[in-house]
């Protein structure tokens, strides 16, 4: 069974008890190991190494949960280590909240933009749809 991990993503590592495999953090987070070692790649996640054997912390399972986070809002990787990063920065958490607000409202605005053309393009569907049905009514009747 899996640990619980700690609520902040900057606990320095040497205070973590909680060890994870590649497999379990896949298994938790529905998503392959292949992805979970592409976002290490990226620098979003550091684990250790027992040999050629990865050993994530709770540290990297929660960073893992906000890379995923991240994504699920639509965010691109270079956002999200960005948001990571600030943990690190002096501004600390009242930067990394800024900065989140600010690609939040971004995102926002996105997507209501993204919704706006959809229901537009519904709309037209809809009269393409009826303009449509009313030659195909149109012909069947005439026959």
Same mark, same amino acid.
Not at 126 to 136: A, F, G, H, N, T
């Given at each position: 069974? $899996?640990? /619980? ?6 606990? @320095? ?5 909680? #060890?994870?495999? +590649?497999?379990? $953090?896949? /298994?938790?987070?529905?998503?392959t190991t292949r @992805?979970?070692?592409f976002?290490?790649? #990226?620098?979003? +996640?550091?684990?250790?190494r ?7 912390? @709770?540290r990297?399972?929660?960073?893992l ?14 956002e999200? @280590? ?15 909240l800024q900065?989140m607000l ?5 995102q926002r ?8 053309d959809?229901d ?11 303009q449509?049905?009313q ?7 005439s026959?």
């Amino acid at each position: 069974m $899996l640990q /619980r991990a700690r609520a902040s993503p900057n606990e @320095a590592d040497s205070t973590d008890k909680e #060890r994870y495999s +590649i497999t379990q $953090l896949a /298994r938790e987070f529905d998503i392959t190991t292949r @992805a979970i070692r592409f976002y290490e790649d #990226r620098g979003l +996640i550091s684990p250790g190494r027992s040999g050629t054997t990865r050993i994530y912390t @709770a540290r990297d399972r929660v960073r893992l949960k906000l890379v995923l986070r991240g994504k699920r809002l639509g965010f691109s990787l270079k956002e999200i @280590a960005n948001i990571l990063d600030m943990y690190a920065a002096e501004r600390g958490e009242t930067g990394q909240l800024q900065y989140m607000l600010d690609r939040l409202e971004e995102q926002r605005n996105h997507l209501v933009k993204q919704r706006d053309d959809i229901d537009l393009t519904l709309a037209e569907l809809d009269v393409i749809e009826s303009q449509c049905r009313q030659r195909l009514n149109a012909m069947v009747s005439s026959n």
